[in-house]
């Protein structure tokens, strides 16, 4: 079974950066795809950026286009979320997810919650003044 720990997260103000991290076991990233999620309280989980680690591709939502930016070490097998200029609705539960079957996945799939296999624990991203 994969396993996925995310790091990273805080309590930043408004405009301020974090950077996520999304360590895989068990996964070769260059095979997969690994999308990044939140949930803030009382929302559905929604998708945030997604790479695919076979051709490099990148995926963000709108709401984030500009403002973060995913990336991929493969030699450390991690996935990092650098986000920017973060605004006080960036306020979420970050969760990120491996999709083992990558098949289609284009601007309109990516972010199907139901096509990633595995997630991570989650970690806390608060930004207030």
């Known amino acids: 079974q994969v396993q996925l720990v995310e790091s990273g997260g805080g309590l930043v103000q408004p405009g301020g950066s974090l950077r996520l991290s999304c360590e895989a076991a068990?996964?070769?990233?260059?095979?997969?795809?690994i999308g990044w999620f939140r949930q803030a309280p009382g929302k559905e989980r929604e998708g945030v950026s997604c790479?695919?680690?076979?051709?490099?591709?990148?995926y963000y939502a709108d709401s984030v286009k500009g403002r973060f930016t995913i990336s991929r070490d493969k030699d450390k097998n991690t996935v990092y979320l650098q986000m920017n200029s973060l605004k006080p609705e960036d306020t979420a539960v970050y969760y990120c997810?491996?999709?083992?079957?990558?098949?289609?996945?284009?601007?309109?799939?990516?972010?199907?919650?139901?096509?990633?296999?595995?997630w991570g624990q989650g970690t806390q991203v608060t930004v207030s003044s």
């Open positions: 997810a491996s999709d083992l079957h990558p098949t289609h996945l284009s601007a309109t799939t990516w972010s199907v919650k139901s096509r990633y296999d595995d």
């Open positions: 790479i695919y680690g076979r051709n490099g591709v990148t």
């Open positions: 068990r996964i070769n990233l260059d095979e997969y795809a």
